[in-house]
């Protein structure tokens, strides 16, 4: 059937119609589609661009802890520069007037507020002693005043008082991000040593452009488990178990090339260091090697090259005055040098015919020259102030734990110009005075330090120090002999440095009521420490004599004659003889007595002799028993002990096992903004 042309042509029209609505439909979804696309790329690149302006901040805080980093790892404070200044700087840092005695803990000095060190400029003259204006050029600061680097500081270390750094960028956007290091407290580990703890918190960065915002968040490396210390400091010369300056008996000895030697019978188990070179004597029994279970340095200074050098701050000290030689010495008859690049297998394990020392720590052969002090004067300072100041010589010094009304004390007797004189305290340090009655009174301090009868009541910080004089008897007094506790020299809560210009003399043991070590070192592992927590601790230095432990053998009357030294006798103390020799009078005479057994260390200008030995064993004097006291290896020394020349100040890490590591020099890696990145959204701040 055929369809009228009327309706053919009305069919035309309409499907015509519907195409276009078709094509119409399409272009509008098309349309949109693209709007679309498009609209959601500009917003893409609107928060793209807030996010690379949030980075921006981030990178702005990097910047800052990165110059931190590099400024401390510059800073230096001048030797020349003593404790009371330092300790000032401490005390405006913490805002204190007092600071408290030092602990092997670390006594807290203060803690900080939220704000941190914002707004006040005293608190941060500490970082002004040890970075300089020059310090701050050099890594491109522009305003180096010192208001400028005080006010660096101020907000370095502002905690919750955040300060605000912005940017602008060429696209529009901007950034802002607050941003300070947390101080939390401050602790003192010895008398020349602190430490300023603070956390590295995350940091919130906010980018912005006209239509987005994007809040980048970044967390410090490590995590919030890693706190931060800044260690200010010169070590203690307690801290090592041997340090010789020059390793020969005596100068008649370097001169004559006659070298101390390390042999079998050689057992440290602390830190052993030369300013010279070491010698080292072995043989083929397994047995029959030098033992070092501490870390081993040498400075490498040749014979007779030690001498006055010129620092460059123009102050004249000692020094090495010739070119060192990293390396040592094998085989005492051939004395034959090995330079570190020629030792073999490798200068970690040294080996040279029968001669293979037992390095089972650090060994080091260019170690830094140490130079020793050459005076009790900073020994001399603290006794004025807060101990027991006596000038000329002592003829008995004794000091001894004892029981006074039910409560332990420390006693300390000494005799001078015929006079003796009766002293105790407790722990809460309040001295006390035998009168003529028998009568147990305070004891005063008049303005010159001096104690008697007269002036203040005093209390006492642990020094007893001999001006211009020597001590010529140093014993445990009268219960010297008997054993723990009744017999110990010094009280389970009590330390006591003895300092004096001249020799001192000890003729009895010294011992700790509570010892923090036991037993010996032996080829397999050296001696055990097990009460690392006592606090008793006994430290006896001369800064132009001897170290003189009297063997009964050199009495001028005979054997014995004399206060001397039994068999096998015990010091528990660091001995040290800065210009001189720790040694055993009578070394080379009569029979041998045993063995010294000291828990400890020395430290001395000479290496000094305590007996004579052949193939067969000893033959005079006595034998060394040296146990390490691994205590001062955490900072823990006798009070006002003799301190390194050299200012530290280093950062370091403690995880949250509470294990510490250094952060070495590394142009500001050490404290960045390392871990997640993670945006959170579009807020507004």
């Avoid at 519907?18 to 917003?43: C, E, G, H, N």
């Avoid at 370095?156 to 940017?167: L, N």
């Avoid at 947390?182 to 452009?209: C, D, K, M, N, Q």
């Avoid at 307690?238 to 019978?265: M, P, W």
Wanted: aromatic residues 8%.
């Amino acid at each position: 059937m055929r369809f009228p042309h009327r309706t053919q042509g009305a069919t035309l029209i309409v499907s015509v119609l519907f195409v276009m609505l078709i094509l119409a439909v399409i272009m509008a979804v098309t349309a949109q589609v693209t709007l679309s696309t498009r609209r959601s790329s500009a917003d893409q690149q609107r928060i793209l661009a807030a996010r690379y302006a949030a980075e921006s901040g981030v990178a702005q805080v990097q910047s800052r802890l990165r110059a931190m980093k590099s400024l401390l790892d510059a800073s230096s404070i001048a030797p020349t520069v003593g404790d009371p200044v330092v300790e000032a700087r401490i005390r405006d840092l913490c805002g204190v007037s007092v600071l408290p005695a030092p602990t092997a803990a670390g006594a807290v000095v203060c803690t900080f507020p939220d704000t941190g060190l914002s707004g006040n400029a005293a608190r941060v003259g500490i970082f002004d002693l040890a970075v300089s204006a020059d310090d701050f050029a050099d890594q491109g600061f522009r305003r180096t005043t010192a208001t400028d680097r005080a006010r660096f500081w101020m907000t370095m270390f502002s905690g919750q008082a955040a300060t605000e750094y912005s940017g602008t960028g060429g696209d529009g956007s901007t950034y802002r991000v607050a941003y300070g290091l947390t101080p939390t407290e401050l602790r003192r580990y010895a008398e020349s040593e602190y430490r300023l703890y603070f956390t590295v918190p995350s940091v919130t960065a906010h980018g912005i452009t006209p239509l987005a915002t994007q809040r980048l968040q970044v967390r410090a490396s490590g995590g919030s488990s890693v706190s931060t210390y800044l260690r200010i400091g010169r070590g203690s010369f307690a801290r090592y178990a041997l340090f010789t300056n020059h390793h020969f008996q005596s100068a008649g000895a370097e001169a004559d090339g006659q070298r101390i030697n390390f042999t079998g019978r050689t057992l440290f188990s602390g830190p052993v260091h030369t300013n010279q070179h070491f010698l080292f004597e072995g043989n083929p029994d397994p047995a029959g090697q030098p033992v070092f279970w501490g870390p081993v340095t040498s400075a490498g200074c040749p014979t007779g090259g030690i001498g006055p050098v010129t620092a460059p701050d123009g102050t004249v000290g000692e020094g090495c005055t010739v070119t060192a030689q990293a390396g040592a010495f094998f085989d005492s008859t051939a004395q034959t040098f090995v330079g570190q690049d020629a030792m073999t297998p490798s200068p970690d394990a040294p080996v040279s015919g029968d001669n293979a020392p037992q390095f089972n720590n650090t060994v080091t052969w260019n170690s830094d020259y140490e130079p020793l002090p050459t005076s009790n004067q900073y020994q001399n300072a603290a006794a004025i102030q807060g101990g027991l100041h006596l000038s000329g010589d002592v003829t008995e010094l004794q000091l001894y734990r004892d029981i006074i009304a039910g409560q332990e004390v420390q006693r300390i007797t000494y005799t001078q110009g015929g006079t003796t004189v009766n002293l105790s305290y407790g722990p809460g340090g309040a001295l006390r005075r035998l009168d003529p009655s028998g009568t147990w009174v305070a004891a005063l301090r008049d303005p010159d330090g001096s104690i008697g009868s007269t002036g203040t009541p005093a209390t006492f910080n642990g020094v007893i120090s001999v001006e211009g004089g020597r001590i010529q008897n140093l014993n445990g007094g009268p219960n010297a002999a008997q054993p723990l506790p009744a017999g110990a020299s010094i009280a389970s809560f009590a330390g006591v440095t003895v300092a004096a210009s001249g020799d001192v003399d000890i003729t009895s043991s010294l011992r700790y009521t509570e010892p923090p070590c036991s037993g010996e070192n032996t080829g397999a592992a050296p001696a055990p420490c097990d009460n690392l927590a006592a606090r008793n601790i006994l430290g006896v230095y001369s800064s132009q004599g001897d170290v003189n432990l009297i063997s009964p053998r050199s009495c001028p009357g005979g054997d014995g004659t004399c206060p001397s030294l039994g068999e096998d006798p015990e010091i528990n103390a660091v001995l040290m003889a800065s210009q001189g020799a720790v040694q055993v009078r009578g070394f080379d005479q009569g029979a041998p007595l045993g063995r010294v057994k000291l828990i400890g260390g020395v430290i001395e200008n000479y290496y000094g002799a305590f007996g004579r030995f052949n193939d067969s064993g000893p033959t005079n004097g006595y034998g060394r028993n040296f146990i390490y006291d691994q205590r001062t290896a955490d900072g823990f020394a006798p009070p006002f002990f003799a301190a390194q020349r050299d200012w530290q100040i280093e950062l370091f890490t403690v995880a949250a096992d509470g294990t510490s590591a250094k952060l070495d020099a590394d142009d500001g890696r050490g404290i960045r903004l390392q871990g997640d990145a993670v945006a959170v959204g579009g807020d507004t701040p």
